[in-house]
């Protein structure tokens, strides 16, 4: 077995182990338009929302200026790519993505998301 493969059975490993510390957050795509040369309108486009498992390492009030609720969340980056989300839902409550990541690398992303009041 090669290291890599080790290594993402480790951190799945890791994520099973950590039970109801990681809980399901659902990402939705930000949406995108595309122009139809035929007609000459413009339409929107949506991905479909994606639900992972996300383990929300710290809780604070404002970030950078804005004001509301900011959560810090840590999930395995082979689950999505965060360039393409906008906002995530967290136990029902909508948040928007603050990108760039705080922290991105090949095994984990680290992103604050913060809920604007």
Do not use: C, W
Not at 5 to 30: E, H, R, Y
Not at 34 to 48: A, I, K, P
Not at 57 to 62: D, F, K, L, P, Q
Request: aromatic fraction near 6%.
């Amino acid at each position: 077995m090669s290291f890599q493969k080790l290594i993402d059975k480790q951190l799945d490993n890791a994520f099973k182990k950590i039970k109801d510390l990681a809980i399901d957050v659902v990402f939705t795509p930000k949406e995108s338009e595309e122009f139809d040369f035929g007609t000459g309108e413009v339409s929107t486009v949506d991905g479909d929302p994606v639900t992972i498992q996300t383990v929300v390492i710290e809780v604070s009030e404002g970030l950078n200026h804005r004001k509301g609720e900011v959560q810090q969340l840590l999930f395995k980056s082979k689950d999505i790519d965060i360039s393409a989300y906008s906002v995530v839902q967290i136990n029902g409550i909508n948040f928007r993505l603050v990108l760039p990541a705080v922290n991105q690398s090949e095994k984990i992303t680290v992103v604050n998301a913060i809920r604007e009041n």
